[in-house]
């Protein structure tokens, strides 16, 4: 499975780091997560981490393949 | 302000406090920071509508504060619990926390520090995974008689993600009634069914929306960090960060460090950036060097003092640092005794950063961490950080120092430690790394890797001189534990011995608190040393441990080694021809076990085995069979020679009686192979064979399998005799008979059987009256422990006896009216009610008679004219002396025992 987590603000280099499995763009005041996800429990995972790092989520979508 | 800096102590990192007890059920040192209300910092703002708001908590069971890491739930709900004349139990939930066991063993620990429940009824949980239903009904039952209700607060709940976790507080919450208000602060929707407590308003909700910040209350949080704002700069500012807490509150942190506080609001308004993110990397700019690099540093920390912090940072400034951060309000909170953590959400963002400034240290800091742990006695972290530095040989090397290796085996924490060294991979080769994994091959009976892993380690002890080995007298003690279980599993006493010995000459060489600290080492041991010597049939011996072992300290810890103990202790009653006290201690045994909520059967189930054998003795066939399919648990104890071999004679003796003879021949072979043969073992395996030779008409066959065995069994004489009678070989039988050896140990099961013996002997040489005698002090003797099998088992020659005062009288209520025909069941109103361990009082059984009408509480509460509450109480006891924890079950129990 391809998700992309679109997340509120321009996130910064630094912190693009807590999510080493994904590539990250920075497009109009949000940033876009992407890559492969392997279950659900790993995107429950990042769902978990964007929380725990104040990231808000607007928007997250699975990609076709 | 009055600052709590005062009180740190840079040189104790230890946390003492008389107030309530530090350490709970898992020793755990920090269990002080977890069940106290967090402090408000200074600059915290009072919101006094979400405080009227929260009041509405006292009028519900349950209370949800939902919102963002930062949103200010947790200070919320700490400042208005502070204000409450309730009394408050608070508990942060923590990871580990996530195995029901773990769980409700800080939730009764948090509700004993604030008083409720106050009596012994509940214990706390002994396994990690599971929680007996009857545990929680006590406590629920203990909560709902109390006067004024408790208000527990669950902070940071979202870390319990075990949906059972959330059935249990469900059912604890719904039979607390009134005596319990929950107040769960999480990040995530609980699982709890919400929509119903919502629709019968029985639910206060506070969620992210209430939380947020107006633009009036920014207004007054800046001012209280020195910061003024016109409210439209606040609205902006609350607009920016929508009313989020930390975002304002680390916007305030930065606007303060810049030259033009408003002017820098104005452009943090205009950014685009993420702000949590933003503003952290800002605020941390702020910081000198040193700081930064120690809140990088300690970000690999739950929680940390200044000498961890130091031991992180190679430098000695990290009191008055952290003084300094705490002071000004930025990244860290104060937790009472000099000991700090980082708010979650900084530590995350922290450990971004620490990999980008630092690359490639993190492994290095889990390092140093340990390794100050480990100095000051942390070993639950010691072992956390130790393994997470991928170190085992250190964390191996820590468990072994503390004698903590019992723990693989029981309490609370194996679980977690067993799951810890799972990781471990095969390039750690350290002894102690070596003795880690042969306890998981033992406690998973893989003998032959656990016994090559164990003698690899023992031949390597002297080479271990690395800084991370352990105390040798504690790495002897651990290989020590190791070799009796090993011996255990072999069936061989000698090896046991040998370990025991050593064991007692190591333990005057290791520090005594270690000793006190972990009861389970020593009573494991001895449990499987009493075990080896009860499989080679020295019971005396055996007793004596295993008693010493069943009176160990140390409640959680040692509840499996306790029970095994005693459940090896009814075998032996049992073997020795003593039903009633082998009933009694495995009895005994499983309640013991139930206080603690292990899930039943745990442990090797002998004591299953031991009731069944029992059963049969007393031809309660159908209860037997239930016993032994209830032990019948494939994985447990298979290895386990004398669980092997109780299972065997229990099953054996069932199918006999059945008139199975074949398959009780098959089943009375334990198939174990042991070091040394076990007399009692063949001795039964023998009996049975026997008894099937004579059930296929195959008499001297029968009595030659019985010549084989040792003369020392008296079980086996007696039907040895009983062959000569039946043989007409009088004269032998009595000899045989009289050989035997009692040693004044012998109990009814076997002196009963004796006397038919002499009766049988006595009637065919036509003496009647010493027959009638003979029979008469038998079934004196029988009555007591209800022994029916050898009646029936006697043969035709016994009934016309039996059908004759005054033996009919003794034989009447239990055994007769109408002996049945040999191997045919007794009529079931012949037969008294089975044991019940205590007998129900009148009331008990007035309720018990309801629920059987399928009545509710509250309809038995009216029908008797008493209180919902006293229903419950009867109830409660009930269920206790009836071994059951659910109505149904009660009352199949009740209609089994005939109570009904």
């Not at chain 2, 709900?77 to 195995?99: H, K, M, S, Y």
């Not at chain 2, 393994?387 to 723990?407: E, P, S, T, Y």
């Not at chain 2, 020590?480 to 006493?493: D, F, K, Q, V, Y």
């Not at chain 2, 074949?662 to 009375?668: G, L, N």
């Amino acid at each position: 499975m391809r998700y992309e987590i679109r997340v509120e603000g321009h996130l910064s280099e630094t912190l693009a780091k807590a999510f080493p499995e994904l590539g990250h763009v920075v497009m109009s005041g949000q940033t876009v997560l992407f890559g492969p996800v392997v279950d659900e429990a790993h995107l429950y995972g990042l769902l978990a981490r964007c929380q725990s790092l104040g990231l808000r989520v607007v928007e997250m979508r699975q990609l076709p393949e | 302000m009055v600052s709590p800096v005062a009180e740190t102590d840079e040189n104790a990192p230890g946390l003492t406090g008389p107030t309530v007890p530090c350490t709970g059920p898992l020793g755990d040192p920090f269990l002080r920071t977890r069940i106290v209300l967090p402090t408000r910092p200074a600059t915290y703002l009072r919101r006094q509508r979400l405080v009227d708001h929260l009041d509405q908590a006292l009028r519900t069971p349950l209370t949800l504060l939902n919102g963002a890491a930062g949103a200010g739930k947790t200070l919320l709900a700490a400042d208005w619990a502070a204000g409450l004349r309730q009394p408050v139990a608070w508990l942060t939930v923590e990871v580990g926390d996530r195995r029901p066991g773990v769980f409700w063993a800080y939730v009764i620990q948090s509700l004993r520090a604030c008083g409720a429940p106050a009596s012994d009824a509940v214990e706390a949980p002994a396994d990690a995974t599971g929680v007996d239903q009857r545990l929680l009904a006590a406590l629920a039952a203990e909560l709902n008689d109390r006067d004024r209700p408790v208000v527990l607060v669950l902070d940071e709940y979202d870390r319990v993600t075990a949906p059972e976790v959330a059935e249990q507080l469900e059912f604890v919450l719904h039979h607390a009634g009134r005596g319990l208000r929950l107040v769960l602060v999480t990040r995530t929707e609980p699982l709890l069914p919400l929509h119903r407590y919502r629709a019968a308003d029985e639910l206060t909700e506070i969620r992210a929306a209430e939380l947020a910040f107006t633009p009036e209350e920014a207004a007054a949080l800046l001012e209280l960090h020195g910061l003024s704002l016109p409210v439209p700069a606040a609205r902006a500012l609350v607009d920016r960060t929508r009313g989020w807490a930390a975002g304002l509150r680390l916007s305030a942190l930065a606007a303060l460090e810049s030259a033009d506080p408003e002017l820098y609001l104005k452009e943090f308004e205009a950014d685009r950036s993420t702000v949590a993110d933003f503003l952290l990397a800002e605020v941390l700019k702020g910081q000198p060097e040193e700081t930064q690099d120690l809140l990088l540093r300690v970000s690999v920390l739950e929680r940390f003092c200044p000498g961890l912090a130091n031991a992180l940072t190679l430098r000695t400034d990290a009191g008055p640092i952290l003084a300094g951060l705490h002071r000004g309000n930025a990244f860290v909170e104060y937790l009472g005794h000099s000991w700090y953590q980082l708010h979650p959400l900084f530590g995350e963002i922290l450990r971004a950063h620490l990999r980008e400034r630092l690359p490639g240290l993190e492994p290095e800091l889990h390092r140093r961490a340990a390794r100050w742990l480990r100095r000051s006695g942390f070993l639950p972290e010691t072992l956390a950080h130790g393994a997470a530095a991928g170190d085992w040989d250190f964390a191996a090397g820590a468990l072994v120092d503390d004698l903590a290796i019992g723990q693989l085996f029981t309490g609370l924490r194996s679980g977690d430690l067993t799951d810890l060294f799972s990781r471990m991979g095969p390039e750690a080769r350290s002894p102690a790394t070596d003795l880690v994994r042969a306890a998981r091959d033992l406690s998973r009976y893989n003998l032959d890797r656990g016994l090559t892993r164990l003698r690899h380690a023992e031949e390597h002890l002297a080479d271990d001189a690395s800084e991370a080995a352990p105390e040798p007298a504690a790495v002897q003690l651990s290989c020590a534990l190791l070799e009796a279980l090993a011996a255990r599993l072999t069936g061989c006493p000698s090896q046991a011995e040998r370990a025991a010995e050593a064991a007692d000459e190591l333990r005057q060489e290791v520090p005594a608190h270690l000793l006190d600290k972990h009861p389970e080492l020593t009573a494991l041991l001895l449990t499987h040393l009493g075990s080896a010597r009860l499989w080679a049939g020295r019971f005396e011996d055996a007793r004596a441990a295993l008693t010493t072992a069943a009176g160990a300290p140390g409640g959680a810890s040692t509840v499996l080694p306790r029970e095994d103990s005693m459940e090896h202790l009814a075998l032996l009653d049992y073997l020795n021809g003593w039903p009633g006290r082998a009933e009694r201690k495995a009895l005994a045994a499983v309640s013991e076990a139930e206080r603690v909520g292990l899930p039943q059967p745990s442990g090797s189930g002998i004591g299953q085995l031991v009731l069944a054998a029992v059963a049969v003795d007393r031809h309660e066939l159908s209860r037997a069979q239930a016993l032994i399919d209830e032990a019948a648990r494939p994985s447990s104890g298979t290895r386990d020679p004398v669980t092997a071999a109780g299972r065997a004679l229990a099953t054996a003796r069932l199918l006999l009686v059945r008139g199975k003879a074949r398959a009780a021949v098959q089943a009375a072979d334990p198939a174990v192979s042991a070091v040394v043969a076990s007399p009692w073992a063949a001795g039964h395996e023998a009996l049975v064979t026997s008894a099937a030779h004579l059930a296929e008409g195959r008499p001297d066959e029968a009595a030659e399998v019985l010549q084989g065995v040792s003369g020392d069994q008296p079980a086996c004489a007696v039907e040895a005799a009983a062959i000569q009678v039946a043989a007409g070989r009088t004269g032998a039988a009595i000899d045989l008979l009289d050989s035997i050896r009692t040693g004044g140990r012998t109990g009814p099961a076997v002196t009963v059987r004796a006397a038919l013996v002499r009766a049988q002997a006595a009637e065919g040489s036509g003496d009647t009256a010493t027959a009638r005698r003979l029979v008469a002090q038998a079934l004196l003797d029988a009555r007591r422990e209800r022994l029916r099998r050898p009646f029936l088992d006697a043969g035709a020659w016994i009934r016309p006896l039996l059908a004759m005062p005054p033996l009919h009288e003794l034989a009447a209520g239990w055994l007769t009216p109408g002996l049945p025909r040999h191997g045919e069941q007794p009529r079931p109103e012949s037969l008294p009610p089975p044991l019940v361990a205590v007998e129900l009082s009148g009331r008990e059984r007035d309720v018990l008679e309801r629920l059987a009408r399928m009545m509710s509480t509250e309809e038995v509460a009216a029908d008797l004219y008493v209180s919902v509450n006293t229903v419950k109480t009867h109830l409660k006891s009930v269920y206790r002396k009836l071994a059951v924890n659910r109505r149904g079950d009660a009352v199949r129990r009740a209609r089994d025992l005939r109570l009904l």
